[in-house]
């Protein structure tokens, strides 16, 4: 199981394309296997810098250990299954 | 007749904010522009973190105006222990409410990317850190190190335009460090995006000393001090020494003050040197040239005045024998807290430090009087410009401060080369020259006074005898014994 934390800023385009991709990209190749938190920095602004965040959207894959974090509105599956080294479903890639 | 100076500022220039770093508000003719960013470029290790950092901590602890240091180099606790080198107190300030700070940690190896991103994290963090202390000031130091931390600098360059234009909007006078660059000023062109102020510190090797240089390159709106300024990083503070005077009023004083020597009073028309001016008194060796300067000095401190003795070649010690032997106890006074000795080994300090040594014992000590001697051992100490810069500083200070300073000067064959004797006109309100009578079988002294601003004064040669008794004068030769417009 992959825990996964996008941080956002409110309803930004940039932040809805980055949630529904990274829904998407669960969905496809990862299939009950994500459990995605969604952290408003808006409404949490103190978390930008509890959590080291600069880039919005960011993604940190929290656990399994070590901490893997990647930027951008995850438009990419590619890149993002890499960066955060999820490993697909097999024969779904 | 009272002669005033009165400089107008010329143009209406931009609101400015006080650094509070000394001798950085005179050379930026007040500041840096308020509500607008500056870039501060230097490489590594010139300083540009303390001197950001000194501007932040000013601000609140002198100014009024709390800070925000988002630093994304350094640690809070690196931060604070390289200020505290300096003596600047970066917890306390953080622990009253003054100071806000936040390490932003890039490691691009645990960032990966997928399509558009933008820095709100940081302007979000920023936001939360200026209001909590009500910020006016801002520091964002190293802010080039987003380049190594993100992978596109287009996105980059839009975000740093918006980040200036937003801190303009928030009203807070920021300050972003950035590494200077081989080719061009720094390595993104930062300083592209912020068109208000740019400064750029440099660290050299001159003659085996380390000299650190701060030079205003631009600054929209403001007159300012073009040229390279030497700064000096100590335990108390980064001091600019603004070596080139932007034009301060001056009072011109007409009051005098006795030479300690009264036959060389009756030699000027004022009957002693105007306070506030300068006085050289050039001599080849034993010509008596520290005895007329400690005369001097004895004088002030009869006066009830302070004096602040600075002696470039001898010890302290050798001083205050030397002068006993022609009668004169500097001791004495030394011990009624009337004459301060400073000894600054010529060549053992650079300029910078001589200069920031005097400034700082002429700040704490409030002289009346200050002597110089020699100032000639100074021209060891570096390029031949530079000490004439420090000279000029160090005699335009002592003006504004209503300071009069005498300075000796050995002059090696007995006359001066025409550039130092041109450094010394330009520097000297009075000039003196002294030097052993050719013809005496007694080795006999003589003394002319070359120069004298602003009133008559004796010509020709005079005769000069130094004893335990005192300075005595004597005319000699076709000139004038009484002072007479030249």
């Given at each position: 199981m992959y825990r996964l934390r996008l941080y956002v800023a409110g309803q930004s385009p940039r932040s809805l394309a980055a949630l529904e991709n990274l829904r998407r990209l669960c969905d496809t190749h990862l299939p009950g296997r994500c459990r995605i938190e969604v952290v408003d920095l808006l409404e949490h602004p103190d978390r930008a810098r509890r959590d080291q965040i600069i880039a919005i959207p960011t993604l940190v894959r929290q656990s399994p250990p070590p901490l893997r974090r990647l930027v951008g509105d995850l438009s990419d599956f590619e890149r993002v299954l890499a960066g955060l080294e999820l490993q697909p479903v097999r024969g779904e890639r | 007749?009272?002669?005033?100076?009165?400089?107008?500022?010329?143009?209406?220039?931009?609101?400015?904010?006080?650094?509070?770093?000394?001798?950085?508000?005179?050379?930026?003719?007040?500041?840096?522009?308020?509500?607008?960013?500056?870039?501060?470029?230097?490489?590594?290790?010139?300083?540009?973190?303390?001197?950001?950092?000194?501007?932040?901590?000013?601000?609140?602890?002198?100014?009024?105006?709390?800070?925000?240091?988002?630093?994304?180099?350094?640690?809070?606790?690196?931060?604070?222990?390289?200020?505290?080198?300096?003596?600047?107190?970066?917890?306390?300030?953080?622990?009253?409410?003054?100071?806000?700070?936040?390490?932003?940690?890039?490691?691009?190896?645990?960032?990966?990317?997928?399509?558009?991103?933008?820095?709100?994290?940081?302007?979000?963090?920023?936001?939360?850190?200026?209001?909590?202390?009500?910020?006016?000031?801002?520091?964002?130091?190293?802010?080039?190190?987003?380049?190594?931390?993100?992978?596109?600098?287009?996105?980059?360059?839009?975000?740093?335009?918006?980040?200036?234009?937003?801190?303009?909007?928030?009203?807070?006078?920021?300050?972003?460090?950035?590494?200077?660059?081989?080719?061009?000023?720094?390595?993104?062109?930062?300083?592209?995006?912020?068109?208000?102020?740019?400064?750029?510190?440099?660290?050299?090797?001159?003659?085996?000393?380390?000299?650190?240089?701060?030079?205003?390159?631009?600054?929209?709106?403001?007159?300012?001090?073009?040229?390279?300024?030497?700064?000096?990083?100590?335990?108390?503070?980064?001091?600019?020494?603004?070596?080139?005077?932007?034009?301060?009023?001056?009072?011109?004083?007409?009051?005098?003050?006795?030479?300690?020597?009264?036959?060389?009073?009756?030699?000027?028309?004022?009957?002693?040197?105007?306070?506030?001016?300068?006085?050289?008194?050039?001599?080849?060796?034993?010509?008596?040239?520290?005895?007329?300067?400690?005369?001097?000095?004895?004088?002030?401190?009869?006066?009830?005045?302070?004096?602040?003795?600075?002696?470039?070649?001898?010890?302290?010690?050798?001083?205050?024998?030397?002068?006993?032997?022609?009668?004169?106890?500097?001791?004495?006074?030394?011990?009624?807290?009337?004459?301060?000795?400073?000894?600054?080994?010529?060549?053992s300090w650079g300029i910078e430090r001589h200069l920031a040594e005097i400034d700082r014992q002429v700040q704490e000590f409030e002289p009346q009087v200050v002597v110089l001697d020699p100032i000639s051992s100074l021209v060891s100490v570096g390029d031949p410009a530079d000490v004439r810069a420090l000279l000029a500083r160090l005699v335009d200070v002592m003006k504004h401060r209503q300071t009069t300073v005498l300075c000796t000067d050995l002059a090696p064959g007995g006359t001066r080369d025409d550039a130092t004797g041109l450094l010394l006109s330009s520097l000297a309100d009075v000039w003196i020259v002294l030097r052993n009578t050719p013809f005496s079988h007694d080795r006999g002294r003589e003394l002319c006074i070359l120069k004298a601003r602003g009133m008559a004064h004796a010509t020709g040669v005079h005769e000069l005898r130094l004893g335990r008794r005192g300075v005595e004068i004597r005319k000699r030769g076709n000139g004038s014994a009484r002072p007479a417009r030249a």
């Amino acid at each position: 199981m992959y825990r996964l934390r996008l941080y956002v800023a409110g309803q930004s385009p940039r932040s809805l394309a980055a949630l529904e991709n990274l829904r998407r990209l669960c969905d496809t190749h990862l299939p009950g296997r994500c459990r995605i938190e969604v952290v408003d920095l808006l409404e949490h602004p103190d978390r930008a810098r509890r959590d080291q965040i600069i880039a919005i959207p960011t993604l940190v894959r929290q656990s399994p250990p070590p901490l893997r974090r990647l930027v951008g509105d995850l438009s990419d599956f590619e890149r993002v299954l890499a960066g955060l080294e999820l490993q697909p479903v097999r024969g779904e890639r | 007749m009272i002669a005033r100076t009165q400089i107008r500022s010329r143009t209406r220039s931009l609101p400015k904010s006080l650094t509070g770093v000394r001798g950085l508000d005179e050379v930026t003719a007040g500041g840096l522009p308020k509500g607008r960013t500056t870039l501060l470029v230097g490489g590594a290790g010139s300083g540009k973190t303390l001197l950001a950092t000194e501007f932040l901590a000013r601000g609140a602890a002198e100014l009024g105006e709390p800070g925000v240091l988002l630093s994304f180099d350094e640690s809070f606790a690196e931060l604070a222990a390289n200020a505290a080198s300096i003596g600047l107190d970066l917890r306390a300030l953080r622990a009253r409410g003054l100071l806000a700070t936040d390490f932003a940690e890039i490691e691009r190896s645990e960032a990966g990317e997928s399509g558009s991103y933008d820095l709100g994290g940081l302007f979000i963090r920023l936001d939360q850190a200026i209001n909590a202390v009500g910020a006016k000031r801002v520091v964002i130091d190293g802010v080039d190190t987003l380049f190594a931390g993100f992978a596109s600098p287009a996105t980059l360059r839009t975000e740093l335009r918006r980040l200036f234009r937003w801190l303009k909007a928030k009203g807070v006078t920021s300050v972003v460090t950035a590494e200077r660059a081989t080719n061009g000023l720094t390595r993104h062109g930062i300083e592209e995006y912020v068109s208000d102020c740019v400064i750029v510190l440099d660290h050299r090797v001159v003659s085996q000393t380390a000299t650190r240089r701060l030079r205003v390159v631009k600054y929209r709106g403001s007159r300012h001090g073009t040229n390279e300024y030497p700064f000096l990083i100590s335990d108390d503070g980064i001091s600019v020494l603004p070596i080139t005077s932007l034009g301060l009023p001056r009072h011109a004083s007409t009051q005098h003050i006795s030479t300690g020597v009264p036959g060389l009073d009756a030699l000027l028309e004022a009957g002693g040197f105007y306070r506030g001016s300068s006085i050289v008194v050039t001599g080849t060796a034993g010509t008596g040239k520290s005895t007329i300067a400690a005369r001097f000095a004895d004088a002030a401190c009869r006066r009830g005045e302070r004096c602040l003795y600075v002696g470039f070649e001898e010890a302290e010690s050798e001083i205050i024998r030397n002068l006993h032997s022609v009668g004169l106890r500097l001791d004495a006074w030394k011990a009624r807290r009337k004459l301060r000795i400073l000894t600054a080994p010529a060549t053992s300090w650079g300029i910078e430090r001589h200069l920031a040594e005097i400034d700082r014992q002429v700040q704490e000590f409030e002289p009346q009087v200050v002597v110089l001697d020699p100032i000639s051992s100074l021209v060891s100490v570096g390029d031949p410009a530079d000490v004439r810069a420090l000279l000029a500083r160090l005699v335009d200070v002592m003006k504004h401060r209503q300071t009069t300073v005498l300075c000796t000067d050995l002059a090696p064959g007995g006359t001066r080369d025409d550039a130092t004797g041109l450094l010394l006109s330009s520097l000297a309100d009075v000039w003196i020259v002294l030097r052993n009578t050719p013809f005496s079988h007694d080795r006999g002294r003589e003394l002319c006074i070359l120069k004298a601003r602003g009133m008559a004064h004796a010509t020709g040669v005079h005769e000069l005898r130094l004893g335990r008794r005192g300075v005595e004068i004597r005319k000699r030769g076709n000139g004038s014994a009484r002072p007479a417009r030249a």
